[in-house]
């Protein structure tokens, strides 16, 4: 079942209780307006941009995206060398886009528990296999780049 324990089901999923809190529990709230589309586009547009940035990398390092797996190879370049953990980075991003563009206030509450969620289940694993497979060169880059920014 490692493949529905991926980030983007828990993305999906913050994004539907998100989706509910507005449309059945918005209680009044806003945040009032254009403004809010405004940042929400960003985050959103944001996020999509380090998910594609990153992908790329993956792709010309031929190494693997997969969550649970070993990669082949130390990504320290491109926007691997701004942020180690540019999907997630994304990943919260889209969710922030999204709560703000959908004006569910409430709905923030779960962001910090979807980074938890990330650093819980998936980063802090990938950084014990990074460790493992790269030693040293891992050890350096992560006192050189920063987990989230």
């Not at 998100?18 to 009044?28: D, I, M, S």
Request: with cysteine.
């Amino acid at each position: 079942m490692k493949w529905i324990d991926v980030p983007p089901i828990w993305l999906l999923l913050g994004l539907v209780v998100a989706w509910y809190q507005v449309t059945l529990f918005p209680f009044g709230l806003s945040f009032g307006g254009a403004w809010s589309d405004f940042v929400g586009g960003l985050c959103f547009g944001g996020g999509v941009l380090l998910i594609g940035l990153a992908f790329i990398e993956f792709y010309r390092h031929k190494t693997t995206a997969l969550p649970h797996a070993f990669p082949s190879y130390l990504i320290q370049t491109g926007i691997f060398a701004r942020t180690r953990n540019p999907v997630y980075l994304g990943d919260v991003l889209i969710l922030i886009g999204l709560i703000f563009r959908w004006d569910a206030v409430l709905s923030l509450l779960i962001v910090p528990i979807f980074v938890w969620i990330l650093e819980r289940r998936f980063i802090v694993p990938e950084e014990n296999r990074l460790r493992q497979k790269f030693g040293a060169d891992f050890v350096r880059y992560q006192g050189k780049v920063r987990r989230w920014v």
